[in-house]
């Protein structure tokens, strides 16, 4: 997908919301365990509740890979329903991948290629070769970690040099010589606030993928006051907020009612700014 067609999608839907898709076998409803793959049937459900207010949908690997062949049968079905079904939405791998220049050629083949993802989450800790094999597939989207929302972001991510220069600003600086905000996007976390305007100093165009509102406590407002830009620049994903709504058997309906509140407030969120 290009930007063009998600900054369409966002001013259409009023809604610049990711949704999660994690599910945990031992948390989804214990009536779908009696279905033939039970995480496909949880996610369906999630999908066909919450596609009409959200732009993305972000499924972690690692809920899958967990299963092994049965985990990995479910997120294929999970993307090969997206692309039928609602095929106008922006499909993340959230698989953290980032390896030496051959292994992360078939990473990128394993995405890009096979399972037909519209974008990647990529590790840029070994640096240029690792990522650049990701980049260059048509419609095709690199989504780097800068800045996380967890606790040990802070180990790293923001020790300084000597001029002040702190490494998640680094990794998004030189990071912008290798791709356009045509196919480069990061993950920001919500929880680091008004850091956003940091972020902006660095990368003024580039899309954000912004995880922790909801469960995490990260501030739907601050993230937009601070990290918004004209054609809105952010997809903001909520997770167990909105699929672990309900337990029982009207999780569907309890988390569309969540996705539907968080798009009500980016609708409000992108009028005030006057994106739509």
Same mark, same amino acid.
């Given at each position: 997908?290009?930007?063009?067609?998600?900054?369409?999608?966002?001013?259409?839907?009023?809604?610049?919301?990711?949704?999660?898709?994690?599910?945990?076998?031992?948390?989804?409803? *214990?009536?779908?365990?009696?279905?033939?793959?039970?995480?496909?049937?949880?996610?369906?459900?999630?999908?066909?509740?919450?596609?009409?207010?959200?732009?993305?949908?972000?499924?972690?690997?690692?809920?899958?890979?967990?299963?092994?062949?049965?985990?990995?049968? &479910?997120?294929?079905?999970?993307?090969?329903?997206?692309?039928? !079904?609602?095929?106008?939405?922006?499909?993340? &791998?959230?698989?953290?991948?980032?390896?030496?220049?051959?292994?992360?050629?078939?990473? &990128?083949?394993?995405?890009?290629?096979?399972?037909?993802?519209?974008?990647?989450?990529?590790?840029?800790?070994?640096?240029?070769?690792?990522?650049?094999?990701?980049?260059?597939?048509?419609?095709?989207?690199?989504?780097?970690?800068a800045l996380t929302s967890n606790k040990g972001s802070?180990?790293? *991510?923001?020790?300084?040099?000597? !001029?002040?220069?702190?490494?998640?600003?680094? $990794?998004?600086?030189?990071? *912008?010589?290798?791709? #356009?905000?045509?196919?480069?996007?990061?993950?920001?976390?919500?929880? *680091?606030?008004?850091?956003?305007?940091?972020?902006? !100093?660095?990368?003024?165009?580039?899309?954000?993928?912004?995880?922790?509102?909801?469960?995490?406590?990260?501030?739907?407002?601050? $993230? &937009?006051?601070?990290?918004?830009?004209?054609?809105?620049?952010?997809?903001?994903? #909520?997770?167990?907020?909105?699929?672990?709504?309900?337990?029982?058997?009207?999780?569907?309906?309890? #988390?569309?009612?969540?996705?539907?509140?968080?798009?009500?407030?980016?609708?409000?969120?992108?009028? #005030?700014?006057?994106?739509?």
């Open positions: 997908m290009k930007r063009i067609e998600l900054v369409e999608n966002i001013k259409r839907k009023e809604s610049f919301l990711c949704v999660g898709l994690d599910p945990d076998i031992k948390k989804i409803p *214990q009536h779908l365990l009696r279905e033939e793959n039970p995480l496909f049937a949880f996610n369906k459900a999630i999908i066909d509740a919450t596609a009409p207010y959200c732009v993305a949908y972000k499924p972690n690997t690692a809920f899958y890979e967990s299963l092994g062949v049965e985990g990995w049968i &479910a997120l294929e079905r999970t993307v090969k329903y997206l692309k039928e !079904n609602h095929p106008d939405q922006f499909i993340i &791998a959230d698989a953290k991948r980032g390896d030496i220049g051959n292994t992360s050629m078939l990473y &990128a083949r394993s995405f890009f290629e096979h399972l037909d993802v519209d974008a990647i989450t990529v590790a840029p800790y070994m640096g240029e070769d690792s990522v650049t094999p990701f980049l260059g597939y048509e419609g095709k989207w690199v989504i780097l970690l802070h180990d790293f *991510q923001l020790i300084e040099d000597k !001029n002040g220069k702190r490494l998640f600003e680094h $990794v998004i600086t030189t990071s *912008q010589k290798w791709a #356009s905000p045509e196919e480069m996007m990061y993950v920001v976390g919500a929880t *680091q606030g008004s850091m956003f305007k940091d972020i902006r !100093n660095v990368a003024p165009e580039s899309f954000l993928l912004v995880p922790g509102v909801g469960a995490q406590g990260g501030s739907l407002e601050e $993230v &937009a006051r601070y990290g918004m830009i004209p054609d809105c620049g952010l997809l903001v994903n #909520s997770s167990r907020g909105i699929i672990y709504a309900s337990s029982g058997e009207d999780f569907a309906e309890a #988390s569309g009612k969540e996705a539907e509140k968080l798009r009500d407030q980016m609708s409000t969120l992108l009028k #005030s700014s006057h994106i739509i």
